[in-house]
């Protein structure tokens, strides 16, 4: 059973702070990784997609890959309270299917 | 341009009856999935759907199916419903199969009673 990991939290942080969520995933063939942001009641939406190594940014979010640790993270920088939702990783299985983590759930204090 | 698109929003059956939910993809997208999300269990996958065909399916029982017509729109069907399947029904589309980036429908509420 391929697997997803994440730190279900709460994590709290301050405004202006940088948050950091992990992930881990146990299939060494996914190509494919993702953030989606959840906010309560609402459907996942899309924020971040990485395929190779090393770090993709896009704004104040920054996603890390290293696939031979089989780790996953997304940085926020300048974190804002609108930024409070869950953060659910995503990982392909076999090109068809993506697994999700059960999601870290972050929370932004002004 | 639209994004998916999924009918009902809500939906309260009762055990035994069957339902089925409907997905439009993102006009062009080709690859349509399914998952369920409870607060036990996080986000599920059920089926995917390319051309038509499906292409991967999750350990889900039989009562739940699904297909896709040639304008990609999909159906996914639950039959003889049980108070577990009570969740939220996601549909996510993407212009391909494999790792490509999906997006997610405002999903189907589906309370059994």
């Known amino acids: 059973q391929k697997e997803v990991e994440q730190n279900s939290g709460p994590l709290s942080v301050p405004e202006g702070a940088i948050a950091s969520l992990n992930c881990t995933y146990s299939?060494?063939?996914?190509?494919?990784f993702f953030w989606y942001r959840q906010y309560s009641g609402k459907s996942p939406e899309l924020i971040m997609s990485i395929y190779s190594n090393g770090d993709k940014e896009d704004g104040r979010f920054t996603a890390q890959l290293n696939k031979a640790s089989q780790y996953v993270s997304l940085l926020i920088r300048d974190s804002q309270p609108s930024d409070s939702a869950t953060y659910l990783c995503a990982v392909d299985q076999a090109g068809t299917a993506l697994i999700f983590g059960k999601g870290t759930t972050l929370s932004v204090s002004s | 341009k639209a994004g998916v698109t999924q009918t009902p929003r809500y939906l309260i059956k009762t055990r035994g009856q069957q339902v089925t939910l409907s997905c439009s993809p993102i006009?062009?997208?080709?690859?349509v999935s399914w998952y369920q999300q409870t607060p036990g269990q996080g986000l599920q996958f059920l089926f995917e759907y390319f051309s038509e065909t499906q292409r991967n399916k999750g350990n889900f029982p039989g009562r739940f199916s699904g297909r896709q017509f040639s304008n990609s729109r999909s159906e996914m069907n639950v039959s003889t419903l049980e108070l577990g399947d009570s969740a939220l029904y996601l549909c996510?589309?993407?212009?391909?199969?494999?790792?490509?980036?999906?997006?997610f429908g405002q999903g189907t509420r589906l309370t059994v009673v």
């Open positions: 299939d060494r063939g996914s190509q494919s």
């Open positions: 996510a589309s993407s212009w391909d199969r494999g790792n490509t980036e999906a997006f």
């Open positions: 006009s062009g997208h080709r690859s």
